[in-house]
């Protein structure tokens, strides 16, 4: 049975802290593999740069680490609003010999009541919670909080962004003019 970690978010843009989420998952021991899956479309309707931007550089952000991430496309295989249930069932039929857990951050604890049936969620993935600076979490190491709307500022204001995302996440920002205000980040 496989171990993998699922690991969604709208990575708008993907992080440091997005790599270094994924880094703690494949050394925790807990975990084989871990799937990156950038959200189609926002449950809670956050404005987002293209789907296939972020995809992008989701891709460009993980592939650091070869063959144990696969970044997915499977919620635009599946269309429409993403919501966590949903993408694991789709992940659990194509790959039933997964065992799944849902890699989140500790402060997405305290918002999974708005969550569509969470409860199912926690069954067919157990949650792998790592800590977030200021909201605890079941590691002694804590992400910093790294902001993506801080980012995207600073992506308008045309600064290096090479402290917060990795180097060819950046690049791909500042050639494709993402998050500048111009209309080309949709």
């Not at 843009?13 to 703690?24: D, G, M, N």
């Not at 950038?38 to 449950?43: A, I, S």
């Not at 010999?97 to 569509?116: C, F, N, P, V, Y």
Request: some cysteine; proline content about 4%.
């Amino acid at each position: 049975m496989t171990r993998v970690a699922v690991f969604g978010g709208s990575f708008n843009p993907l992080h440091h802290a997005h790599v270094w989420a994924v880094a703690w998952a494949l050394n925790s021991g807990a975990v084989d593999e871990v799937w990156v899956i950038p959200v189609f479309q926002h449950y809670f309707s956050k404005e987002l740069a293209h789907y296939a931007h972020r995809f992008e550089m989701a891709r460009l952000g993980m592939s650091i680490f070869k063959e144990r991430v696969v970044v997915s496309d499977i919620e635009k295989r599946l269309g429409g609003t993403s919501r966590s249930l949903d993408t694991l069932q789709a992940l659990k039929e194509e790959h039933p010999e997964w065992a799944m857990r849902l890699l989140i951050g500790s402060d997405i604890l305290k918002e999974t009541s708005q969550w569509h049936r969470f409860d199912e969620v926690e069954k067919l993935a157990p949650p792998l919670v790592l800590g977030r600076e200021g909201y605890g979490g079941e590691t002694v190491w804590e992400l910093p909080n790294l902001s993506s709307t801080e980012i995207r500022a600073r992506a308008r204001s045309k600064e290096d962004l090479s402290l917060w995302v990795p180097a060819l996440v950046a690049d791909y920002i500042s050639k494709h003019s993402l998050y500048c205000g111009s209309g080309d980040d949709s």
